[in-house]
């Protein structure tokens, strides 16, 4: 029998029963990392299953794949490189980290001259970038501000005019700074976002736009044809992949907004979470046990979605941040070899806020027929000084929904029947600061990677969002034949000639 057929044909024991079979379930399933509470008891893993997963894990060479990550050797085979976030948290080849070192300091040069006002007097910073290139700043910007920050920090990503125009109704143009965020410096939504930016300067009576431009980039040569001069452009290594990018000078406006103590906790954080992922053995490996069950639920159980919701306000983002991550790293059909994938990659990523989303989605999880695997994150410490009766509801709501979705409650009347049996994960922070944040995004970094590498694909390109791309340039310079029918005549209608 091979690996996946031992797991997919593993007795699907109801949780109730593995609970009631072993009382020590709970502390042979938690962990504790980082000030992090990771609880994978309600999911249906059990040390049989474990078992089977690390036999496949060992057939996938894990520990070796983890080794060549985390030492900065070529993983990603369809673009030749290596992916090197973890040099980032001082993990990695030696030159990496030192050359990641250098780009910090002089990322944390330049937000001292800013803070100092070299640029001038700067009240507000309109950080332009999209995917890997604002996810990450504006999750970081969310959870971690106090609302006592020196800048008031606005990130558009979206080409849509709607978000940016209320931006510029607020700004004061003669006091903001223009951050443009991207790995290629040739993402079409961020240029024109930035054109707008510049003439709204121009139109205010800013003397010298491009003076307030700080480039984000891989790619500093064409930052400095756009217009940037060099002492404004923050580069970062090509062997980091867009949404894996916070770590490197992608995060630059969080740390300026935040600032660069908050942003060394972040990578300290993370840091601690690199070396449990490159040193815990495969069955105490967090990471490493999350992909097991994600495996699990996907190939054994046919789950095609797994939903995160945040019991914290500040962590609104954290689902949208996943999205990329998951989705844009595994959702593939080959393998590393470029051979057809021959089971599901990866599942779709939703998710929300609780208690919200109990008054809205919560319903088909408790009573719907697809099978969804839940993850729910919750932060001890509250985000605010209201009654204390917010956050012990909050927190109470979102364990009893855990619960009540594993344990069910049974009914004659089938409207009113719970069947239960629902697997969901903990995680419990301890509180939310920069060095807890980064490990919990290294956490699903790792995750994602463990399930990559389990599946046999490379989760560091995404030549799927090219076509898309292409299609949307084509129609844009009305180029080339016709489209089909359906878009010829919505582009007609919205555009007649
Ligand atoms: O289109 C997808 C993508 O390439 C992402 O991978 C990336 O994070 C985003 O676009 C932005 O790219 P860039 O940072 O090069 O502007």
């Not at 080409?159 to 006091?175: M, N, Q, S, T």
């Not at 991207?182 to 121009?202: D, G, I, P, Q």
Request: net charge negative; proline share 4%.
């Amino acid at each position: 029998m091979d690996h996946w057929n031992a797991i997919e044909t593993h007795p699907a024991t109801p949780l109730k029963a593995l609970f009631d079979t072993n009382s020590d379930r709970v502390e042979q399933l938690s962990f504790e990392h980082a000030g992090i509470y990771f609880d994978f008891s309600k999911t249906h893993m059990d040390s049989d299953l474990l078992e089977k997963f690390a036999h496949l894990a060992q057939a996938k060479d894990l520990a070796g794949q983890i080794e060549k990550l985390t030492h900065g050797d070529i993983i990603n085979p369809s673009e030749g490189r290596a992916a090197e976030h973890t040099a980032e948290r001082g993990i990695g080849a030696e030159m990496s980290v030192h050359h990641a070192r250098l780009l910090r300091n002089r990322m944390q040069g330049l937000i001292l001259a800013i803070d100092e006002g070299l640029l001038g007097e700067i009240e507000y910073i309109i950080h332009l970038g999209i995917g890997g290139s604002a996810l990450g700043p504006e999750l970081l910007l969310e959870a971690l501000k106090l609302g006592d920050e020196k800048y008031e920090t606005a990130v558009i990503s979206n080409i849509d005019g709607c978000a940016l125009e209320p931006v510029l109704e607020r700004f004061d143009a003669h006091k903001t700074l223009i951050v443009l965020a991207s790995k290629s410096f040739t993402t079409a939504e961020t240029f024109l976002n930035a054109a707008s930016v510049l003439n709204w300067m121009r139109e205010q009576g800013v003397s010298d736009p491009f003076g307030k431009v700080v480039a984000l980039t891989a790619n500093p040569e064409k930052a400095v044809i756009w217009g940037v001069d060099e002492s404004r452009i923050l580069p970062f290594a090509d062997t980091i992949g867009g949404r894996y990018s916070l770590w490197s000078s992608i995060g630059f406006s969080a740390a300026l907004t935040l600032g660069m103590d908050v942003f060394d906790d972040l990578l300290a954080g993370a840091a601690e979470m690199d070396r449990h992922f490159q040193s815990a053995p495969l069955l105490e490996n967090i990471p490493a046990i999350a992909a097991f069950c994600d495996q699990y639920y996907c190939q054994a159980r046919g789950c095609e979605t797994r939903a995160v919701f945040a019991y914290d306000e500040r962590l609104r983002l954290l689902p949208v941040y996943l999205q990329q991550l998951e989705m844009e790293s595994n959702g593939k059909s080959v393998t590393s070899d470029g051979k057809p994938l021959d089971r599901h990659s990866s599942p779709i990523i939703w998710g929300g806020v609780g208690t919200d989303a109990q008054h809205a989605v919560f319903q088909l999880l408790h009573q719907g027929t697809h099978l969804v695997p839940v993850e729910f994150l919750a932060v001890i410490e509250p985000g605010h000084s209201l009654a204390e009766e917010h956050h012990r509801s909050l927190l109470l709501n979102c364990f009893a929904q855990a619960s009540a979705l594993m344990t069910g409650q049974a009914s004659d009347d089938g409207n009113r029947n719970y069947p239960g049996d629902k697997p969901s994960v903990t995680i419990l922070l301890d509180d939310l600061d920069g060095r807890k944040l980064g490990a919990l995004i290294a956490f699903y970094e790792h995750r994602t990677f463990v399930n990559a590498m389990l599946l046999g694909i490379n989760p560091f390109d995404q030549f799927g969002v090219e076509l898309g791309k292409e299609t949307a340039n084509a129609l844009l310079a009305g180029e080339g034949n016709k489209m089909d029918p359906s878009t010829e005549i919505l582009k007609n209608r919205a555009f007649p000639a």
